[in-house]
């Protein structure tokens, strides 16, 4: 096997594990997110290092792969990007129904039951209310 079919073979093997982690972007949690998108831009370095030596991979492998790690790049930002804007709206309707729900009700502390405003413990658990 030559230094370039060895090149090519290793890259072939990145590019499928990126498929695979690619195909559970949605389901992967920030830090997923995160160390996924920093295994793309290795993953894109590694190919450009490879194509300055030119004879390593040809340069339409190169391209092509380039090609596919940006779409997935995009991919994986957009998610990263979504998860922190329905965090932010999470707790932006968090915080506008504690204060609705705190002019209105009353809770226990300890079990969440709802109680009369005028209680002083909790009927469900029996904790002082103060």
Do not use: H, W
Request: some cysteine; proline content about 2%; glycine content about 2%.
């Amino acid at each position: 096997m030559s230094e370039k079919e060895v090149y090519e073979k290793k890259i072939n093997e990145i590019m499928e594990g990126v498929k695979k982690e690619l195909d559970r972007v949605d389901s992967m949690t920030m830090k997923e997110l995160e160390e996924f998108n920093q295994k793309l831009i290795t993953t894109q370095n590694i190919v450009k290092n490879l194509a300055k030596l030119r004879k390593a991979v040809s340069p339409s492998k190169t391209k092509s792969v380039l090609s596919s790690i940006k779409s997935s790049s995009i991919k994986v930002k957009d998610n990263i990007k979504a998860k922190k804007d329905a965090y932010v709206l999470n707790r932006k309707l968090n915080k506008e129904f504690e204060a609705e729900n705190s002019k209105n009700d009353k809770f226990c502390p300890n079990c969440g039951t709802k109680l009369a405003l005028d209680s002083k413990i909790c009927s469900k658990c029996g904790t002082e209310i103060i």
